[in-house]
């Protein structure tokens, strides 16, 4: 069962990744430190210290909206879903999509140079309303290692 939810969010990455824009994929890239709060586009890459002073990459590969706009009444919150993509130069480490829905996946552990780092989407911005449809999205997550 774990293989096929595996093979599963691989196979939707990889879907997110082959319907995106290719005019619209931009590679720009930042350089944090662990457990920063950051905030990356769709096509944008992050670059974390980890502590043995490696760096693991986390690009955002896509960022899909299914919230409510918050000038609507509707019968549910909605959820925004975000593509990520962990590794470094020259190998992926995890694929794996991200909710903003509580009652979903927030989180995703990556196993690197013998530690375990965990990923975790803290929120999509701007929340959706009847006038921004169009505004680009931006993804804010964390890269930490558990129980520090």
Same mark, same amino acid.
């Given at each position: 069962?774990?293989?096929?939810?595996?093979?599963?969010?691989?196979?939707?990455?990889?879907?997110?990744?082959?319907?995106?824009?290719?005019?619209?994929?931009?590679?720009?890239?930042?350089?944090?430190?662990?457990?920063? %709060? #950051?905030?990356?586009?769709? =096509?944008?890459?992050? $670059?974390?210290?980890?502590?043995?002073?490696? *760096?693991? /990459?986390?690009?955002?590969?896509?960022?899909?909206?299914?919230?409510?706009?918050?000038?609507?009444?509707?019968?549910?919150?909605?959820?925004? %879903? #975000?593509?990520?993509?962990? =590794?470094?130069?020259? $190998?992926?480490?995890?694929?794996?999509?991200? *909710?903003? /829905?509580?009652?979903?996946?927030?989180?995703?552990?990556?196993?690197?140079?013998?530690?375990?780092?965990?990923?975790?989407?803290?929120?999509?911005?701007?929340?959706?309303?009847?006038?921004?449809?169009?505004?680009?999205?931006?993804?804010?997550?964390?890269?930490?290692?558990?129980?520090?």
């Amino acid at each position: 069962m774990k293989t096929s939810k595996s093979f599963l969010s691989i196979f939707f990455v990889h879907y997110l990744i082959s319907c995106t824009d290719p005019s619209a994929q931009r590679i720009e890239s930042q350089s944090k430190s662990l457990d920063t %709060k #950051v905030e990356a586009k769709s =096509g944008e890459k992050v $670059t974390f210290t980890t502590s043995r002073r490696q *760096n693991l /990459e986390v690009k955002v590969v896509s960022i899909l909206e299914y919230r409510c706009p918050s000038d609507v009444v509707c019968i549910w919150a909605g959820n925004a %879903k #975000v593509g990520f993509q962990v =590794g470094t130069d020259s $190998t992926v480490y995890r694929l794996c999509v991200l *909710n903003t /829905e509580l009652d979903c996946q927030q989180s995703t552990t990556v196993f690197y140079q013998g530690k375990n780092y965990e990923l975790r989407l803290i929120d999509v911005n701007p929340h959706p309303t009847t006038t921004n449809s169009k505004e680009e999205k931006v993804a804010k997550f964390q890269l930490s290692i558990p129980g520090i």
